[in-house]
């Protein structure tokens, strides 16, 4: 009887090593922050555009951005601007993504139709609202190499769409996943916004 008892409590902890190894769960998925503010990174994330200019933003509220979040209380906003600049952030994942391994990731992303803030350029109000895409980097802390892992169509429509992405790294492994911000082809340099929320888990294929 014990024998059979060790047995079962082995096997259910084979089970969950392997169904951690399969899956990689983000903390704080959908950006939330009790105390949100403009210009402020999400817990668990990091900030990843230029040290001139500021972060991100967690949304709505502020600069004229009121689309209701797709799930929570919250999401993230990031611009690209004129002057050749953008946003985004990245999170250092519990597990590793493996060179030649196929995974999942799905997030939801919308445009707000107003998005008014001052830029480098001009201190008065710019309108942020030109469409724009999503790169995901996977990215290794201890080589430093990055990877394009997949890029989303341009992200016109101002109401929330799920986008399911394959993630097949290449060249490495990595361990930190980045969501940038970037011009859709057509509006080069110019200013636009992309709003992000409800991101899942990482799922090996």
Same mark, same amino acid.
């Given at each position: ?12 902890? %084979? *089970? ?6 399969? $899956?990689?769960?983000?903390? #704080?998925? *959908? %950006? /939330? ?5 403009p210009g402020q990174t999400p817990s668990f994330w990091i900030n990843l555009g230029e040290a001139t200019a500021t972060p991100p933003?967690? &949304?709505?509220?502020? %600069? !004229? =951005?009121? /689309? =209701?979040?797709?799930? !929570? ?8 601007? /004129? #002057?050749?600049?953008w946003e985004g952030v990245g999170q250092v994942l519990d597990g590793i993504l493996r060179k030649d391994s196929s995974y999942t990731?799905?997030? *939801?992303? #919308?445009?707000? #139709? ?8 001009? *201190? ?13 980097? !996977? ?5 430093? &190499?990055?990877e394009l892992l997949a890029e989303s169509q341009p992200v016109s429509h101002s109401k929330w769409v799920d986008y399911e992405f ?20 057509? %509006?080069?340099?110019?200013? !636009? ?9 990482? =799922? $090996?294929?």
């Open positions: 009887m014990k024998i059979k008892c060790t047995l079962f409590c082995l096997l259910i902890l %084979f *089970s969950g090593k392997v169904a951690a190894q399969t $899956k990689i769960r983000l903390d #704080n998925p *959908s %950006f /939330e922050e009790p105390n949100r503010a933003d967690i &949304q709505p509220g502020y %600069f !004229g =951005v009121k /689309e =209701v979040p797709h799930h !929570g209380r919250a999401y993230l906003g990031l611009v690209v601007r /004129e #002057n050749n600049t990731f799905s997030l *939801s992303l #919308n445009r707000s #139709n107003t998005y008014l803030s001052p830029t480098m350029l001009c *201190s008065e109000p710019a309108k942020f609202n030109n469409p724009t895409i999503l790169k995901i980097w !996977g990215y290794n802390t201890k080589t430093k &190499q990055e394959v993630l097949k790294p290449t060249l490495g492994d990595y361990d930190e996943l980045d969501l940038m911000a970037y011009y859709a082809p057509g %509006f080069e340099q110019t200013n !636009g916004n992309l709003l992000i929320d409800d991101c899942s888990a990482i =799922v $090996k294929k």
